[in-house]
Nanobody, 121 residues
Framework: QVHLVESGGGLVQAGDSLRLSCAASARTAIMAWFRQAPGEEREFVAASDWIGSSRYGLDSVKGRFTISRVNAKNTVDLQMSSLKPEDTAGYYC?????????????????WGQGTKVTVSS
């Protein structure tokens, strides 16, 4: 069992930046971020594999969000800039030991409790 703990959420204004962090209790091949807005499905945001290759799932965050991981610390961060009100959501860290990055929620067996991000206009 891998435990994931997110941190860094909060209330910010549109245009601000925020950095989310996730710490895992053990090494995993893939570390990812998903988000879920109220009343919406949980959606894939970004993921990084062990060698640092990343994948972004939403066109709306490309160029604004950057995922990075530190393998030695079993951590993955999500740097978010130029935040918009539509980025408001609960952000969840996920992990798996798959061979490749996937965007499907069901492919990730390990999840954190989430951290809330609210962007005011």
């Amino acid at each position: 069992q891998v435990h994931l703990v997110e941190s860094g959420g909060g209330l910010v204004q549109a245009g601000d930046s925020l950095r989310l962090s996730c710490a895992a209790s053990a090494r995993t091949a893939i570390m990812a971020w998903f988000r879920q807005a109220p009343g919406e499905e949980r959606e894939f945001v970004a993921a990084s594999d062990w060698i640092g290759s990343s994948r972004y799932g939403l066109d709306s965050v490309k160029g604004r969000f950057t995922i990075s991981r530190v393998n030695a610390k079993n951590t993955v961060d999500l740097q978010m800039s130029s935040l918009k009100p539509e980025d408001t959501a609960g952000y969840y860290c996920a992990a798996s030991n798959s061979w490749t990055v996937t965007t499907l929620r069901g492919d990730y067996p390990y999840w954190g409790q989430g951290t809330k991000v609210t962007v005011s206009s």
